[in-house]
């Protein structure tokens, strides 16, 4: 039988309003899809999605990776963006590892997102790090300590810790995709452990230790995300519309959940990636570390050239003030919001795609998801929404119709580029990501913003009640300094 997305869109509609639906995916909009789910639509996508292709940044990859570092606008597609820093992206990618994972939704078939289990959480909960606890998932936490976490010490600085063939012992496989997210979850384990020193010394009993500093570390990531993260992606007006207002358009009648038009939306991190970063100043042997995101001459290497994960070294360990403001001269930005996508992300190493491997593009993958979930186009939305639209009319090129209606994640980044000037989401996405993000910490029934909307973080900083990625890199002792970078 020939799926009808309109009819399940309406059945999972009745199914959520009666509460039955477990943790899947939804949607916001009962709209139709943006093109139908045939081949000449998946063969226009791909093509769309192509290397060498309309979203291709075409990254002059031949120069290598220390000179794209030295002149990182060598191309003219991969613009420095002022107002985000290069570990702006990387906490993104955290995040979405800790709200939503799909492993069941094959790419270009239509499902209906409401009968896809969502394997994390729809909350800013921390368990892609804590998984179940200790009691459950004791390969987490340390044998001599279970309020504690394992890290290992596998190259000059921490690491996740691994078995002998280097696979992360972790709670979520994706946070060791590459050399930053696998850096951030050992920053996190190390965060964690420090707040349990700390609790301890603030006489807590011993029973309580853990669930104690479980609130604090999570408490604390939840104001980073509010304070920090979302002003640099989405802007603070809009930020403090919605927490005046409220949300005009996610608002579930039930718990959280992750629409599908948001899991679309979201994916703007992957505009913001460069080609090439410099991991660290010391590198193995007092060497600096730079290397592309993502390089095929990596594949199979023990330590490989590039930043993927899956692997240990000496080298192989993130020097934070390149990502982060340390206020010593060596941080770098991220690359504008765009409709281009930097050369090495579309030839992703097999270990950083869960689930169907092929295409290995993250643009086609991106495309495709959109019949997966049969979301409706960016002018669908914008018009539904009230907000005025932008011209996609290049699209045309590809013969498939979608140049009036264009695939949510292309729109939102050129939405962004038009109307933003590629510095901060705009329009639609906008939208979409600040009330859901904001939506997340409202509907969580143990956030600070649900618990206790006027608290302030407790944990030394720099800014007496704020707190920032940097104090939480100080607090765990990863900072350069601590270090003697």
Not at 89 to 109: A, E, I
Not at 185 to 206: E, I, K, S, W, Y
Not at 373 to 391: E, F, H, K
Request: proline fraction near 8%; hydrophobic fraction near 40%; glycine fraction near 8%.
């Amino acid at each position: 039988m020939t799926f009808d997305p309109r009819t399940a869109i309406a059945a999972a509609a009745r199914a959520r309003a009666e509460g039955t639906l477990a943790n899947n995916f939804g949607r916001i909009f009962q709209l139709p899809p943006f093109a139908e789910a045939n081949d000449r639509v998946r063969a226009g996508l791909m093509e769309m999605g192509k290397k060498g292709g309309l979203i291709d940044a075409k990254d002059p990859l031949e120069e290598g990776p220390i000179r794209l570092i030295t002149h990182p606008a060598l191309s003219p597609n991969n613009v420095d963006n002022p107002f985000q820093t290069a570990g702006t992206t990387f906490l993104g990618q955290f995040l979405d590892h800790d709200m939503t994972f799909d492993q069941t939704s094959p790419l270009g078939v239509p499902t209906p997102p409401e009968t896809s289990p969502n394997t994390r959480t729809a909350v800013f909960d921390l368990d892609s790090v804590y998984g179940r606890g200790p009691a459950s998932d004791p390969q987490f936490y340390d044998p001599a300590d279970r309020d504690k976490f394992r890290v290992e010490s596998g190259g000059l600085f921490e690491d996740v810790p691994r078995t002998d063939g280097a696979t992360a012992i972790i709670a979520d496989e994706r946070n060791d995709e590459n050399l930053m997210i696998s850096g951030l979850h050992a920053a996190f384990l190390r965060f964690h452990n420090r707040v349990v020193d700390r609790t301890r010394t603030q006489g807590v009993p011993q029973a309580q230790v853990f669930a104690t500093a479980r609130r604090t570390v999570t408490w604390h990531y939840q104001w980073i995300i509010l304070r920090e993260f979302l002003p640099q992606i989405i802007g603070q007006p809009l930020i403090d519309h919605i927490l005046r207002f409220g949300r005009q358009f996610y608002r579930p009648s039930g718990a959280a959940f992750i629409p599908v038009e948001f899991q679309i939306a979201y994916r703007l991190g992957h505009s913001m990636v460069r080609p090439s970063y410099r991991a660290n100043l010391a590198g193995d042997g007092g060497q600096p570390f730079f290397g592309f995101i993502f390089d095929p001459a990596g594949e199979g290497q023990a330590d490989p050239v590039d930043l993927r994960g899956f692997s240990r070294a000496p080298r192989r360990f993130i020097g934070w003030q390149t990502f982060f403001d340390f206020r010593d001269g060596e941080l770098k930005t991220n690359k504008l919001i765009d409709a281009k996508v930097s050369t090495p992300l579309f030839d992703l190493p097999l270990p950083a795609i869960p689930g169907q491997t092929t295409p290995t593009a993250l643009p086609q993958r991106n495309l495709l998801r959109h019949l997966t979930w049969s979301v409706p186009s960016g002018q669908q939305l914008a018009r539904t929404m009230g907000i005025p639209m932008i011209d996609t009319s290049e699209l045309a090129t590809f013969g498939i119709g979608i140049e009036n209606s264009a695939p949510l994640w292309y729109y939102v980044l050129k939405e962004a580029q038009a109307l933003g000037d590629g510095r901060l989401m705009t329009g639609v996405g906008a939208r979409l990501v600040g009330e859901v993000f904001i939506g997340l910490l409202q509907l969580d029934p143990q956030s600070f913003l649900r618990v206790q909307p006027n608290w302030r973080p407790t944990l030394p900083s720099r800014r007496a009640g704020d707190f920032r990625m940097v104090d939480l890199l100080t607090f765990a002792q990863v900072d350069p300094a601590s270090r003697g970078q």
